[in-house]
């Protein structure tokens, strides 16, 4: 964090411990030992009010020459009514400036990049929500194949292998689908949280514009959070139901068709169905006699 009140020792500028640049930067580096850039700020209009407020002291004036500070305090009165403070804090002021204006370039850029993925997400949600009308009406139209078939003893499974293929195809479709649309979440979770986090470890140098909206930040984090579980929830019970549904069927293929000795009718259907998705039409039963 960021502070403007800068402690150096008592020594003085022109001692023989070092040279003048040294101590410019402990100044520098002591800027940041404590508080914030606005408590700093604040502490450094109060000790420069007193000064004006005090008459001025000739050097000497004093029994001891000069008045010594001890280690943590911050710069002798003289060095203060000679310029030389008010440099090093003006220093340490503009960089508190560059701090806050770091911090609100970050959270702007964080902002920016969470509506645009937001607008992404919208996106994909409103094409998930179309693929999973389709894979519902086709694992509903696969369930009531699937027991029609049955009910006829699995004389004809052409129209149960077609109604397989075109619910494989609206699975896939569908997982792809949300898929993207988890991931785009997840980022927008993690942008969200990365705006709370750096409002809240940064509240010395965050502008009073975001502070103000660091609440409605944590509410709409909850709230993201709640939404991916929620959507997640959604996709996995869809998911169970496809799988539920090609289970079914591949009991059929695998121990079914040996049971009622219909393997080769099967196979049959399969080459009959394959061939359909390749030249985008079905072929009439009677055309393969089945």
Known sequence: MCACGPMVSSRKLTDDSGPYTPLFVGL?????ASGSCIENKRKYDRVRQTLDDEPPQTVGASPQGERNTTEGTVLTEELMRAGIGPIFLIVALFGCHSKTKATADLLASLDTELSRTEVEVQKCLRALDERSEIL?????????????TMFRNYANVVPLVRAEGHARKSFDAFFNQQRRCQELVSHGVALRERLVATITL???SVPQAWLARSAWFEKDLVAAKSRA???AVEVTKLLSQADSEFDQVKVLRSRGCIILENCGEIQRADVLVAA?????????LSAKGL
């Open 28 to 32: 520098i580096v002591g800027a940041g």
């Open 136 to 148: 519902a009406r086709q694992l509903s139209l696969l369930h009531d194949t699937h027991q029609r």
């Open 202 to 204: 940064n509240v010395g």
């Open 229 to 231: 579980s929620d959507l």
């Open 276 to 284: 359909e998705g390749e030249a985008g039409t079905v072929t009439p």
